[in-house]
Structure formats: C-alpha cells, structure tokens
C-alpha cells in the first residue's frame, strides 16, 4: 500500500557528493518515521538515521558519518553526502515504518539505489 522511490544515486569519484531522496505515497497514516539504511557486499544492513513526520531531532545509528545529512520535507527525505570515500560504496535504503499505535507499525522498504566512489 506504501511505495517508496528512491532516487540520486550513482557514480562519483572520492571527494565528491551525492545527495539521495527518498518519496513516499500512499496510506503513510498520522505517524511515521523515514529512514535510511546501507548495505556493502557481504556485509549486514545498517541504520544511518532515522526522522519521523511529526518532528523532533534525527535518531543516529553507529554508522553514521558525519559528512552526511538528512533533511526531511513532509513526505520527501533526503541524505546529502558529501566527501566521499571508495568505503561509502553500498546500496543505500530507503524505509518508512507507518504507525498505528505507539507500539505497533508497518514496516515499507525501498527497492535500494546504488553509489559507487571510485578512487
């Protein structure tokens, strides 16, 4: 019932930028957290940040980097990258979790858009 579109990735040399957005539609209810996730080749999914609709600062997950910011408009969140590594190389995801009570929510992935930073 959610649709996730991603969008923004690519290609880019080592100290370059890269700005990711995440648009979701459909039944997002009155409350709801939008996140973004990466993924490497053999490696575990890992939370970069989380922001939700009604407010209140960014949750951070461990492998956040600093030279990365989100930013959220209603519906639309976006991770600005900038200075980029060959090691930021992964598949990031996009995932929103619709809440229906304060312990309880349904979880919506995006299909994962890919960067690539070449030395």
């Known amino acids: 019932q959610v649709q996730l579109v991603e969008s923004g990735g690519g290609s880019v040399q080592a100290g370059g930028s890269l700005t990711l957005s995440c648009v979701a539609s459909g039944n997002l209810g009155t409350s709801n957290t939008m996140s973004w996730f990466r993924q490497s080749d053999g490696a575990q999914r890992r939370e970069l940040v989380a922001l939700m609709s009604n407010g209140g600062s960014a949750v951070y997950g461990q492998s956040m980097e600093d030279r990365f910011t989100i930013s959220r408009d209603d519906a639309t969140v976006k991770l600005d990258m900038t200075n980029l590594k060959p090691e930021d190389t992964a598949v990031y995801y996009c995932?929103?979790?619709?809440?229906?009570?304060?312990?309880?929510?349904?979880?919506?992935w995006g299909q994962g858009i890919q960067v690539n930073v070449s030395s």
């Open positions: 995932k929103i979790d619709v809440w229906a009570t304060h312990w309880s929510a349904h979880e919506f």
